[in-house]
């Protein structure tokens, strides 16, 4: 078909006035943050300037989970989890900031096979500003090292469980301690079958409670194990087995909240990266705690990195 010419080469229209283009080069306004909007989430905004100038530091993507004094591990931080992963890259080195005083081991186990999993083959560390405890211990087991200092404290994995009184009082107990206390009785009486008194007292235990107190130790030792065996002992030799016990061991660790600091950790075999508390680098891990734990409230949250800052409810 042979090119036909321009019927209106001029650019007007037939009525003589200018024909006006479909489309303009003209940009439009990009959108920004309006001034009351910055100033309410200001401290935000600081933070999270702190975690970006961290990450550039130290070439590595880092993401905070600080929970308040009330405030547990449960199956409702997945969804956060998955928020500040969301634009980690995968197989990609990782830090996570982690204070908690422990919660739901089956979440805990749910969180920290997320992050194995996101990261792969990759570093991961847990940095523990302050503490994290019970199930937070757990979680800090699957890291390839532990970044403490002089303030970090881990505790010990003895599982506790809630049991009701007489009165329907429900008052939390250690299993281990509950079931030292069987089996104490079980060799008293088989030392002494007429031991009246340990008659009585076993007979104060329920026998499918001992059953269900039993799986939870193992559970726990289970989950501290597979976490050795999967973190800091994936590339090197440990006695993942000596030290899961360890960390149950209530002749030691007299109570659930009994502080186990970097030294201690060390002697157990755990690896652990040793900041002093002058540090350039350990001053800035505190400064952003700090900042992190004046934003939550005792039953709140926080999940942070460098994009996404999320504050919830948690459980108590």
Known sequence: MPEMDDP???????????????????????????????????????????????????????????????ASIDRDDTVFFVDLLHNVQRGQDLDLMLHTGG????????????????????RLRVIVPDYAKSAGTLMSLGADSIVMSDTSELGPIDPQVILRDANGNAIPHSVQNHLDAYEALVETLKANPEDSAARVLLTKFDPATVKLLEAVRERARKFAETQLQTGMFRSKVGNFTAIAQNLLDTTRWSTHGQMIGWQAASEMGLTVDYCEPTSERWQAYWQLYCLQRLAVKDRAKLYESNYASLCAEGSS
Request: charged share 20%.
């Open 103 to 122: 919660g739901d081991i089956d979440a805990a186990e749910k969180l920290i096979t997320l992050v194995h999993t996101w990261v792969g083959t990759a």
């Open 8 to 70: 209106n080469p001029s650019g007007h229209g037939t009525d003589n006035k200018p024909v006006i283009p479909a489309t303009t080069d003209i940009p439009s306004p990009q959108p920004t943050k309006t001034p009351m909007f910055q100033a309410i989430h200001a401290d935000r905004y600081q933070r999270q300037a702190l975690i970006r100038k961290i990450e550039e530091v130290h070439r590595t993507a880092l993401i905070c989970f600080v929970s308040g004094n009330r």
